[in-house]
């Protein structure tokens, strides 16, 4: 009895779905079909360097609502592959950002068939299901309103009177046990159509490599970009002080004998910058990878951070296992980074770090109850942290209003032993 109910809440369910979506998605899609062209229509105008941006971001908009809702109603998985589009372009740059990307274009093309071939899939279910509903109804007498003293075609039968219209009924509930077993599957043949045209395995590896290959040569910048970092701090600061106590070694040598208070200062001044440059050392080689990193994993090393904030923070640690030294490093300065920025710039009192590890993913969330306003940008610390993370697969996403709270998580592929 259960699965008989099941059954038929799947079967209305996949006909009201399939009417929504065709009866809301069919003018929008008429409406694209009509804006995408006129708008690059005007481009040489200088009108369309505006429009076409917002057009095609419209398109972009309706073909995500179409992936949301494949996954969601029918498991359907329609990959997105779009090129990132830096932030605080011109729209000049926007334009032919968005419309030198093949996944725009596979966008546009999708619109002509959803609005024909996938209007008609996404009705199906509907048709199908209210169709068997109407020959149920005919050997109630609704066959009358139909014939008025003439014949009415249902399928292949005619209808004329009781007897027919019982005939009708019987091929009904043929149909409507047929709807119950394809009409759920009629929604996920149009999600497959749409999926046909959206998601191109080819254009999606290509697109797959052109992003690793920018990730790898953002990796490769900022390993160099790292070692002038480390040769400059020995050469400005450890190097220096050794240097000037290698001076002071040799006056003492000389002032030994002929003024021993004076060698005694130069003594304890050496002894100083000896002390200064171990250190200086010491911080050089935890800012390449921590001991506490390395000794007792993520979850430490944060909190270790945390302790070095000016500000109250809270670290929750659900981690069972460590990553990988690489993907622990990448994750420990994305949030020695964000906690910086938080620390800097957000005004807050209090921060929260929350790192767990789920499906396969290493998910990291700092939140703090400062003003808000960040964001990813050029020349932001944010975008470093997205540029690690992105060498390993990893991403980053910002919440922040006007007036907080921010919270930035960042999410990395990964293991755990």
Known sequence: MNSEKKSIREVVLAAVRGLVLALVSLPFGIAFLVLVPLSLAFIPLGVGIVTTPVVLTGVRALADVRRRLA?????????AAYRPIPRGTNPWTRTFTMLGDPQTWRDVRWLPVDTTAGF?????????????????MLPFGLWRSYTHGGTYWYAFVPV????????????????LGVSRRIAPRLLTVHFRLTRAVLGNGDSELAERVRVL??????????????LRRIERDLHDGAQARLVAMGMDL?????????DPA???QLLAQARRNSVDALEELRDLVRGIHPPVLAERGLGD?????ALRLPLPAEVTVELPGRADAPVESAAYFAVS?????????SGADRIWIDLHHTDGRLRITVTDNGRGGAAVGAGSGLAGVEKRLGTFDGVLAVSSPAGGPTMVTMELPCVLS
């Open 337 to 345: 980074e964000v906690l910086t920025n938080a620390a800097k710039h």
């Open 213 to 226: 290959t920018e990730t790898r040569r953002d990796a490769v910048d900022t390993s160099a970009a790292e």
């Open 250 to 258: 040799g006056t003492i040598e000389m002032l030994l004998d002929k």
């Open 160 to 175: 004329s009177g009781e007897a027919s219209a019982i005939g009708a009924g019987v091929l009904a509930l043929v149909l």
């Open 301 to 305: 090393a944060v909190r270790a951070l």
């Open 262 to 264: 004076r060698a005694r």
């Open 120 to 136: 008609v899939t996404a009705l199906l279910p509907a048709m199908l299901l209210f169709f068997s509903v109407e020959g149920l």
């Open 71 to 79: 996954a969601e109603w029918c498991g359907v998985r329609i990959p």
